[in-house]
Every structure is written in structure tokens, then in C-alpha cells.
């Protein structure tokens, strides 16, 4: 019993000590990189200047991108546990467990990613319930402002919990258990105990916070830097089709997707912000980080880096740590016919390292790792948009954003004549080609009911095995008995 409360006590002053340094990372000018700690300022003041408001939104922002988040973790364990990437140094701390399959409940770094998920979810509960309480600090356009981004953030948070810790919405239209759902601000352990809520009750919260951040946040930003940083309109909706396609739901992706998506090629956003792909695909992961495909990323800087063994560039290049190199064999996508060598995916974000190992180098930055990461990109939406098209909608123009997507790494493919079966895997294996180390492998398994072909388990990992997912932590379940 001890060390239950203790076990509670600790997450309490977490929750209070993050939500009072929530917004150290943050200014009004074009990022929130490099700004001096606010670290006295109590809690009830927080909210007492328009500054100090946008502190808090900016504070959301960093809370999501942490290297335990979305700064990192969540696309390796999305990436190395299918058949992509091989090991070579057996670290139990970067996600060793994961790629073979073995984490369980117990799993201390798994656990770590849960924690910020729900801190992250919390500091954006706490957020909205002050705005009830501080009243016209900032005008009534500002404020739907931020309500939207805070939103945008709790949508992003929920849909990385789910997706890795409940059953896929397509196995059974969402009836399995799955999370707790939490929509209002813990301070302390009072409420701490909450059953989970269904996978369709999870999903269906996502949605109405996207549409919500749709309607309040505005069309565009005034800079490049900011456009990419903080959600607009756009970056509600791309979201929306990841989540649709999640649940199979293929006729509502087309609907969002023609918001952002022209009606024919070359394809773009006909509103707002002119999404569209980069001539060069290698432009996306360079500096500034900051063009037209790059719908929504996380900035990082020499100030707030995502943390030792937690950054891409550490897990998968040649500059970093290799912790994962690329499966050149089949399955793994790397020996797909679809993916040439002519292709300059391969050509140039691929590299030999050396005669063993070839590596990812879409991140080839070193210590302290200031890549950004990108966490929408347009070249998802549209072959999120492909897939539904080729599913329910016009294969013509589901083939035609295929051949965009793949045509600008490697312009003379041809992809033939495709039947319906073999339109919708030559954009499967798009995706994972396309997508390759950005934290969609996992996903796309997964809502689409396949088993995992995992190279560190050496099995083939069924919907069925309970392996499928990763359980919830163990430390969740002791304080919060309705989770099970």
C-alpha cells in the first residue's frame, strides 16, 4: 500500500510541476526555441497576461514534442517492430523490447511514452479549464485561437495512445476496450481511478476535438516557421484523413482530403495554405524544414533537443548511433521491386554505412539532434486520399496520386495496368516507401488486421496475439484500477 500512495504521489507533483513550467519554451515571435525559463511564476498567475496565455499554448507544443513523444519514440516503436529494420546493438533502452516483441506491462520506457501522452493530455485539460476562469485576458478571436490548438494537440495525444496501447478500430468497429478517456484537469489523485473507454469512444473524441480545431484555428500564419509549427485549418484537416483511413472509413477521407487536395494533378491545396510536394523529396528533411509539404512538424534546437536515445537521427543514421539499420532483404521494403535503385529515396535518403549495414539518413543531424520531425506531411494526405479512392472512389485518380507521390523520386516508373487488388497494394507499399521511418508501418498493419512480419521476433505476429498491442503499464493499472 505504501507504495501505491507513493506511486500516486509521484504522479501528482509530475502533473502539478508540469503544469506550472508548461510554457518555458515559449515567445510570441517565429518559434518557441530559444526563451529564457519563466520557472517562479505560480500557478495562479499564469494566466494573468496575454503573453502568459500564449506561454501556455506554446507549453502545449513543447509537451508534445518531447523525444518520449512525438519528438521520437513514437515513430520508432511504429517503425522497428515489422519487418523494416534490423538491430545491432541489443539496447534494452531504445526499444529493444519492442522490436522483439517482449515489452510488457512492466516495460519502464513504453511506460514513459503513456506517461507524457496523458501529462500532455492533462496540461491541455488544465489549459482549457483556465481559459473558464480567466476571462478576457486576451480578445474572443485569440481565444478560439488557442482553444483549437489545445485541442489540435489533445486529438494528436489521444490518437498516439490508442493506436499503439487498444485493438485497431477495424477489428470490431471500435467495441474493444481501450484507454481511459480524461477531458478534464487532474490537480491531484482524487479522480485518478477511471475505466477505460471504448476504442469508437476514443476515436469519436478525436474527431470532435479536429473538428472543433478546424472551425477555430485560423486559415494561415504569418511566417513559413509558423505555418509548420502550430496547426491551422489545414493541419486539422490532414489529420482527419489519417484518422478516417485509421478506421477504414474511406468515404469520409475522401471528403476531408478534397478540402486540402485538388480535383486532378499536379495535386494541391486549392485553399489557405498551398500544400503541395517538393520537386526534390529531400528538401523536406532539410533545413529550414519549413516547405509547402511540410504540413506540421516539430521544431527542435540546440536548447531543447529531443534527449539522449530518443532522437531519429540517433536511431537510424550514419552520423548517429545506428541503433537500426535497414532489412535490405524481403520482406523488408528496401528489396521491393516497386522501390529502384534509379529512386531518389533510395539513392539519396538511404546511404551504405558499410559493407554490413545500410541506413536511413532522412535525420543526418549529430548531437544535440536539431532535426525537425515531421509529423504530417502532404505526400501522406494524398496517399491516404489514394488509398480511399482506390477502395470505394475513382481508381483513376487514385492511380494518378499514386504515380505524383512516386513519379517525383523516380519519374520513369510505370505502373501498368492495375486491378482494383493490385492498385491498392502498390499504395500500401507506397506508404512504405514514402513514409519509411516517419511511424506508419505499425499503424498501417494494424488497421488494415495483418500480422506483424517481425524480424526481431522472428514470427509472424497475428491480430489475435495479445502481442499485437502494447499492454497498458503496470504502473497505470495500480493506480487506476478501471484501466484494466
Not at 486576451?138 to 496501447?165: C, H, I, P, W
Not at 471504448?198 to 469519436?204: L, M, P
Not at 486520399?385 to 483513376?396: F, K
Request: aromatic share 10%; net charge neutral.
Amino acid at each position: 500500500m505504501k507504495l501505491l500512495n507513493r506511486t500516486k504521489l509521484y504522479a501528482v507533483k509530475a502533473i502539478l510541476i508540469a503544469l506550472l513550467l508548461s510554457g518555458i519554451l515559449s515567445s510570441c515571435g517565429s518559434d518557441f526555441l530559444n526563451v529564457p525559463p519563466e520557472l517562479s511564476i505560480p500557478d495562479e498567475n499564469t494566466f494573468d497576461t496575454p503573453a502568459r496565455v500564449l506561454a501556455q499554448v506554446n507549453g502545449l507544443y513543447s509537451s508534445a514534442k518531447v523525444g518520449r513523444l512525438f519528438g521520437g519514440r513514437y515513430q520508432i516503436y511504429n517503425d522497428i517492430r515489422a519487418e523494416e529494420f534490423r538491430n545491432r546493438t541489443s539496447n534494452t533502452v531504445t526499444g529493444y523490447s519492442a522490436f522483439q516483441f517482449t515489452n510488457n506491462a512492466n516495460d519502464t520506457y513504453v511506460a514513459d511514452f503513456w506517461n507524457n501522452g496523458y501529462l500532455t493530455i492533462n496540461r491541455v485539460n488544465k489549459f482549457l479549464s483556465d481559459f473558464d476562469t480567466h476571462t478576457g485576458i486576451v480578445d474572443a478571436a485569440t481565444e478560439t485561437n488557442y482553444r483549437a490548438e489545445a485541442k489540435f494537440v489533445r486529438a494528436l495525444s489521444y490518437y498516439g495512445l490508442v493506436q499503439l496501447f487498444a485493438k485497431p478500430y477495424t477489428l470490431d468497429n471500435g467495441a474493444s476496450k481501450a484507454i481511459p478517456l480524461r477531458l478534464t484537469a487532474q490537480t491531484n489523485s482524487d479522480n485518478n481511478d477511471l475505466a477505460s473507454s471504448t476504442v469508437a469512444e476514443i476515436y469519436t473524441q478525436i474527431l470532435k476535438d479536429l473538428d472543433d480545431a478546424e472551425a477555430g484555428l485560423p486559415d494561415t500564419y504569418a511566417s513559413a516557421s509558423l505555418r509548420t509549427t502550430r496547426a491551422h485549418k489545414n493541419t486539422a484537416i490532414a489529420l482527419k484523413t489519417r484518422i478516417y483511413l485509421s478506421q477504414g472509413k474511406f468515404n469520409n477521407v475522401i471528403t476531408e482530403s478534397n478540402k486540402i487536395v485538388s480535383a486532378t494533378a499536379p495535386f494541391k491545396s486549392p485553399i489557405r495554405v498551398v500544400h503541395e510536394l517538393q520537386a526534390d523529396v529531400t528538401n523536406v528533411f532539410k533545413a529550414p524544414y519549413t516547405t509547402d509539404e511540410n504540413i506540421f512538424s516539430f521544431p527542435f534546437a540546440d536548447t531543447n533537443a529531443p534527449g539522449t536515445q530518443n532522437q531519429l537521427g540517433y536511431y537510424y543514421t550514419g552520423n548517429g548511433n545506428i541503433e537500426y539499420y535497414l532489412n535490405t532483404s524481403a520482406p523488408g521494403i528496401y528489396a521491393n521491386a516497386q522501390w529502384r535503385s534509379a529512386d531518389v529515396r533510395k539513392s539519396q535518403l538511404t546511404s551504405q554505412y558499410s559493407a554490413t549495414w545500410r541506413t536511413l539518413i532522412k535525420w543526418n543531424g549529430i548531437s544535440p539532434y536539431v532535426d525537425y520531425v515531421p509529423i504530417i506531411r502532404y505526400a501522406e494526405v494524398l496517399l491516404n486520399l489514394a488509398e480511399a479512392e482506390a477502395e470505394v472512389g475513382d481508381p483513376a485518380r487514385a492511380k494518378a496520386l499514386l504515380e505524383t507521390v512516386h513519379r517525383r523520386s523516380d519519374s520513369t516508373y510505370d505502373f501498368g495496368t492495375l486491378t482494383k487488388a493490385q492498385l491498392i497494394d502498390a499504395i500500401l507499399i507506397e506508404r512504405r516507401i514514402e513514409l519509411l521511418g516517419e511511424g506508419f508501418r505499425a499503424p498501417d498493419i494494424q488497421r488494415r488486421g495483418l500480422p506483424f512480419v517481425s524480424v526481431g521476433a522472428g514470427a509472424s505476429i497475428p491480430s489475435s496475439d495479445s502481442r499485437y498491442i502494447f499492454p497498458i503499464p503496470v504502473a497505470e493499472l495500480q493506480t487506476n484500477p478501471g484501466a484494466k
